[in-house]
Structure formats: structure tokens, C-alpha cells
């Protein structure tokens, strides 16, 4: 094919494409028997965004997303893609790509005819299949390997056949499950760069499920953080990080120190009084203690109870004289002196650092 037909079929394929979708569910419950996997969840995704559903094992993510992609139905309520409601729609025909943990690949296919599935289900022209096959692959950086079969290929590069073929149609919306969570660290932060490119290059409207909070922090424009069915907070990632709006959030991402403020008067005695009416604790990140020269006045003093080398940083356990127990992360960088168990620490901290929690 010359550079020229090539250039033609590219457009033409531009023109095909429906651009991308918002998402909305409105008050979508799931029942299964007396489990309610879904409790009158509401979320609005915007066309081109990227949410990641987030929450612990059976907080309904799964439900949540097979109801869009028309494996489930919802109790009541509805769910709509752009401005069509999908209840009665069947899964062939919401224009939805999906990614599960598990790559079902056709083993007896090779990679671009495991690619080229969707398209040819679509009835799309041979020389188009090809050129969309071959693209795809390419933003994938798998170019060399279409006449493989999945068998001879790595867990990643499997899991690359499947992203692919879940875009290769450029669906308006793209839905991915767990799809990362089987592989190694190494190979899954590649993949969520390439999740990332795909994003920005397609534009397509993304709902990400994961129950990995670093995971979610890195990828997402939104985060919807969930719990027993319901959607606990909805923030970009520096939001949900910095000012969780409850206990459950706060522990959920990232770790935490939960200060109460009631009982035992803890966060008076490390300097933070200045919670604000209603605050039933403050959640203080451990990246926000700080060490200070024991020669320094101020500050509160805590035993140091263990310490963890974390690579970059140093992870401390440390108990106050009140009692209550600290964790603490440090840059590698400080010029103090690492200190031993059972030695005593001056600490200090920013009252503006911690933030208050309602509930
Ligand atoms: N087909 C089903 N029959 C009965 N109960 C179900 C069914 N599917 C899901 N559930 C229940 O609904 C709840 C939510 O399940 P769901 O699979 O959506 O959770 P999840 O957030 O995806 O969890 P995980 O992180 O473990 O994948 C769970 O209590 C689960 O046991
Ligand atoms: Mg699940």
C-alpha cells in the first residue's frame, strides 16, 4: 500500500470514529438476594475522562461496571451512555471495548486476528481491518508480533493483545477491570503508562476498576472511591489525598494517622488543637511528622518503637508520652542521624497539615 491510500484509509477511519461519551449512573442499585452489591450509586462520568472505581474487595465495582457494559442489569435505576439510557440495550449494541483481569485471547488466533475480532464482527473492509490492526499495534508497541500466537507471548504483551483489541474499534467508551492487577510491579507501571497514552491519544471516555490506591492515584482525572455499594467521595487524586473527606476515605488512600480528638486528649498534646466544631478526628499523613534537632525547643517528643527501610525513605513506628501510636515517613535525605529503638525523637507538626474528618 502507498504511503498516499494509507494516508486515505487513516481518515476515513477518523471519520468512522464516535468520538467519545459521558456516563451517568442515576441511583443504580443491584440486589442479589438479600446482598446489596450496589446501593443507590450515583456517579456522573464526563465524555473523555478517565474515573477509576476504587474500594475494597465487594464494594460492588464489578456490578457497577458490568451493568454499563450490559453483563448485568440494575434492580432499579438507570444508567445512560451520552444520552441514551442502555438498560434494555443488549452488550453488542452499546459500542463499549472492555478489559477484564483475566485476557480471554483466542489461542488458536494470531495476534492480529485476535485484534481484528471486533472489526471483523463489524463487517469492516479487509484493507481497512489491516490498516486499523496494524496501527493499533503499534501504539501498543507490539508492530513485530502479529503473526504470533498468544501462547508465545509474555503476560504483558498478552495483556498489550487485549488492550488493543479492546480499542482497535475506537469505542466511545472503554471500561477495564482489574485489568493490570495480575502482573508484576515492573511491567504494570509500563502498562499504566500505556493506559495513560492511550487515553490521551484516543480521548476515549474511561471507567477503570482497581482495588490498588497507587494504582488509581497515577492514572486517574477522578477517582470514585466506594464502599458497601455506595460512592463514599468522587475528587481528582491531590483532592482525595489531601483533604479525604472521612475516616474510611482517609485510610483507604494512601496511609494515615487517624489523631482522635475526643478521647485522651492525643492531639492536644502533639499540638494540634485547632480542630474545627464538629471534627470528630485529623488525619495526619506520615510524610508530614517531621524530625527536628533534639537541641530545639518545641515540638512534642515520641519513642521510636521500629523503623523500616522503604528505599527512598525511612518508615518509623513511634508512641507519644500520650500514648497514641505514629507512623512517620522520611526522605532518605535528612542529615540526621538515623536514631535506634526504644531512643527518644522530637517531632513537630503543621497544624494546617492535618485535616479534619467528620465522620
Ligand atoms: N452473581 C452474584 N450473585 C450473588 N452475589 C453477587 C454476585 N455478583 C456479585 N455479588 C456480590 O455483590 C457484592 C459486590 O460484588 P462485586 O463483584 O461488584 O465487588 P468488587 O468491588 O468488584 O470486588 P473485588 O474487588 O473483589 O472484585 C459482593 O458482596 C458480591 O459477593
Ligand atoms: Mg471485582
Redesign the pocket.
Known sequence: MTSMSLMTVTSEIGAMTQGRAPIRFQNVSRA??S?V?LDDFCLDVKAGEFVTLL??????????LNIVAGFDRATSGEVFIGERAVGALPPERRNVGMVFQSFALFPHMSVFENVAFPLRMRKVAAYEVRARVERTLEMVQLGGYAGRRPGALSGGQRQRVALARAVVAEPPVLLM??SLSALDLKLREDLQEEVRRLHRTLGTTIIF?T?DQGEALVLSDRIAL?NH?RLCQLDTPTTLYDRPASRFVADFIGRTNIVPIDAGDHAAAIGLSNAPDGAVALSLRPEKLRRQPPAFGGGFEAIVQDVTFKGAATEFRLQTASGLSLRMSEARATALALPEIGQTVRLNVVPEDATPLYE
Open positions: 442479589f438476594g446482598v452489591a474500594g475494597p474487595s465487594g464494594s460492588g465495582k464489578t456490578t457497577a477491570d482489574e476498576v482495588h466506594m455499594g
